[in-house]
């Protein structure tokens, strides 16, 4: 019996090292196991971008007119067809979210037209250069660069003399996209671009609307 539990703990001690490997794999799997339960990826961005917390401009007009002189191609390396709030919809949005023709003024008596034209609404996504081999695998590389244009025309018509005045206001923007994005993830970073679109654009347009035509604001 003595030789027995002499000869047993020996032979356990022959690979120390393997055996702390062993636990130290198992417990580095069971923390990944746990980081993956407890920290599930968030979900795809389905908001609408609006307008409606800011304030209406009321404007002395008897009407006012969207044209969309620029038509979404659907043809990469444009997006704009496959992204929700696209320059399209968000120039659609803030004019119906900012912009009333009110009457009783002078020039909603003799006809005036406000016309609001999105000269550019393009949204393009183009691959990026990345590192390539052994190096180029441990880095975590920016591979898709996202751009959007939003450019916009507002101008004053006179039904008899034509056009009295007006602004033309046009707003950029890109994000880069990392190779190891999900598709929510890359869908959040567009999210946040069209956002960045939107809010320059509502600040730009208003700006300008108050600079050059401030005197058919009724309020």
Known sequence: MSSAAATTPSSRRKYPALERLVVMLAASLLLAGCLATTAPPQGPVNATL?????????????EID?????????????????????????????TRDRL????????????????????????TEKPLPVEKGVEGFFKDQ????????????VDLIDPVTGRIGGISVKVEGKRDILESASLNERDRIRFALMEEIATSLNQ????????????IIRR
Request: hydrophobic fraction near 45%; glycine fraction near 12%.
């Open 100 to 123: 009333r023709a009110v009457p009783g003024g002078l020039g909603a008596a003799d006809g005036s037209l406000l016309r609001v034209t999105l000269l550019d609404g393009s949204v």
């Open 66 to 94: 969207l044209a969309e002189a620029w038509q979404q191609p659907g043809q990469p390396p444009h997006i704009g067809h496959l992204v929700p709030n696209n320059p399209v919809r968000i120039i659609r949005t803030w």
């Open 142 to 153: 920016a591979d898709t660069r996202i751009e959007a244009v939003c450019e916009v025309a």
């Open 204 to 215: 730009e347009l208003e700006n300008g609307i108050r600079a050059e035509l401030g005197y």
């Open 50 to 62: 609006t307008f409606g917390h800011t304030e209406v401009m009321a404007l002395d007009v008897a």
